[in-house]
């Protein structure tokens, strides 16, 4: 089968909270950090909103003059726990696979960092064919700026007419219209689906079953 089948010749990924179910992992590693550095206790719904900017910024932020011990212990937390709190949402890895049988390329667009961003895609057992083509450390804008899924084209030597973007944070669909790139929303992550039905988005998808069939047909 070729792209010739399919409306577009690359899907870009958002990662934490899209392919990979990262959620409670990162909450966690948020509250062990607040309790650990600043004494204070951090709620669920707190966190959500910072999935998916970059991590430096909401240290900084949130930190202070602690910003560097709040980061050391967010880090361990992380490191520590990572490859048993991290997984791949159902039926998501045997997508990627059929997306590879019509020759449609994947790739990964986050504000996480390049090596932890690569290491959960290999524990959650995405196909080594799935890569990061926009990391952290690639562009000094992240989303909802559009210069990471920009630098993911130029990395994929695709234009914006050839791709859709998958994400389920209202910055991932800002980010994608920003850049001209069609956007499927996905509510299975951190996001409000109230709040992402209110962006501009080629379809949302309450499943994986569902994106499938958008991406797919």
Known sequence: ???????????????????????????????????????????RETVLPWIGLPLTDTIAEQGGDKAE????????????NHDDMVTAFA?????????????????????KGRELAERGLRVAGYPETLHVAAAMEDTREHKPNPAPLLAALAHEGAHASDAVYVGDAIYDLQAA????IPAIGVTWGAGKRDALHQQRALAFADAPDELRAQLLG
């Open 177 to 180: 219209e920003a850049a001209g």
């Open 69 to 80: 011990a709040l980061r050391a212990s967010y880090d361990q937390f992380m490191q520590a």
């Open 91 to 111: 039926g998501l890895p045997e997508l990627l696979d059929d997306l590879a049988v019509y020759n449609v390329g994947t790739a990964v667009v986050t504000a």
């Open 1 to 43: 089968m070729s792209t010739q089948d399919l409306p577009w010749k690359l899907v870009l990924f958002d990662l934490d909270g899209t392919l990979i179910n990262s959620i409670d992992l990162v909450v966690t590693a948020w509250q062990h950090a607040f309790a650990d550095v600043l004494g204070k206790q951090l709620d």
